[in-house]
């Protein structure tokens, strides 16, 4: 019975594609002009600068200057320091990238991997600060704020998981390219397999997304909801689109930032694919702690006096 209402599900969604082939083939051209335009251009570089300061031990001079401070705050091993300060700096699924190095590389295990991946995620600092600071919010103090509560809910959940067993290891010697043009060589060959795996996925969320579109008709504010947790990029722009309240769409954008879309988590999930992943306690976190968030941040704004006006939801 389960085999054949697999079939059938997988028949209806071959039909709903075969109708919509100009949704699916623009979904797919849309999709591949935001990736070259935007997320390569970011994420490519910071692939090959990931795999080259691992490769000459930066993340031992991290480790030695904010490891042990790290560290106790939420009891991971001193080698994942790297990973949470350059996750910060950069974007995801670069937080993805950093952890697979280290985990070929035997500086960490598939304990912290679990631990490690769920605070990790970080929005680029340039597109909320830039994007929807100042072009939709035209204030770079929104921005500002709004990366500031995504650093406060990272942080939350780090403490959270504080509890989790994370095991310290020993960094592993192995053996290195001398030539500078090897090591760049494999680098640029990573960064375009990883590249490929972060436009597939992109494209296939884009596609869902643009048939939800078509097909459901519901209040504008729960699709942008639903928009935002399929794909963050696409979320965000249904919800600056919205006729409410700015406070209210400083709230959507908050919640959008911090569970950080389903493509951009399943590109980390398939990054990491090579290792064992608890991917449904992952999901379960992040909307949870995103849930959270929004409500320190409605507190905030409260206490701030900014007026909040909802509208009704039919």
């Known amino acids: 019975m389960i085999k054949k209402c697999k079939y059938f599900i997988l028949t209806i969604i071959l039909i709903i ?3 919509n082939l100009d949704i699916v083939i623009n979904s797919t051209k849309d999709a591949s002009i935001l990736f070259f335009n935007k997320v390569f251009v970011t994420i490519f570089p910071f692939i090959l600068l990931s795999d080259i300061l691992i490769y000459y031990d930066y993340h ?3 480790k030695d200057v904010f490891g042990k401070i790290i560290s106790k705050i939420f009891n991971i091993d001193p080698n994942s320091s ?5 996750s910060m700096l950069t974007s995801s699924p670069n937080n993805a990238i950093f952890i697979k ?3 070929d590389k035997k500086l960490i295990n598939e304990n912290t991997l679990n631990k490690l991946l769920v605070f990790t995620y970080f929005p680029s600092i340039s597109f909320v600060l830039g994007v929807i600071g100042i072009n939709i919010f035209k204030s770079l103090k929104i921005g500002f704020i709004l990366w500031l509560f995504v650093l406060i809910n990272n942080i939350l959940i780090g403490l959270f998981l504080k509890k989790d ?13 001398k030539n500078i043009f090897i090591v760049i060589k494999k680098s640029i060959l990573k960064g375009i397999n ?6 597939g996925n992109l494209i296939f969320f884009m596609i869902i997304n643009n048939l939800i579109l078509k097909y459901i008709n519901i209040n504008p504010i729960i699709l942008s909801i639903i928009s935002s947790i399929l794909e963050l990029t696409n979320g965000i722009n249904q919800i600056n689109l ?10 959507l954008v908050l919640f959008a930032l911090s569970f950080n879309g389903l493509s951009i988590l ?3 999930f398939s990054i990491l694919s090579d290792y064992k992943l608890n991917i449904k306690r992952i999901l379960v976190l992040k909307l949870i702690f995103s849930v959270i968030t929004i409500v320190i941040f409605y507190l905030f704004l409260i206490t701030c006096n900014i007026t909040i006006t909802f509208i009704p939801i039919t």
């Open 17 to 19: 594609f075969i109708l």
């Open 60 to 62: 031992i001079f991290l």
């Open 82 to 86: 790297v990973v949470f300060i350059l």
């Open 101 to 103: 190095d280290m985990l």
């Open 165 to 177: 067993k994370s095991e310290t290891i020993n960094t592993i010697n192995y053996i290195k390219d």
């Open 194 to 199: 990883t590249s490929i795996i972060i436009l």
């Open 242 to 251: 919205l006729s409410i309240n700015n406070s209210v769409k400083y709230i």
């Open 266 to 268: 399943f590109q980390s």
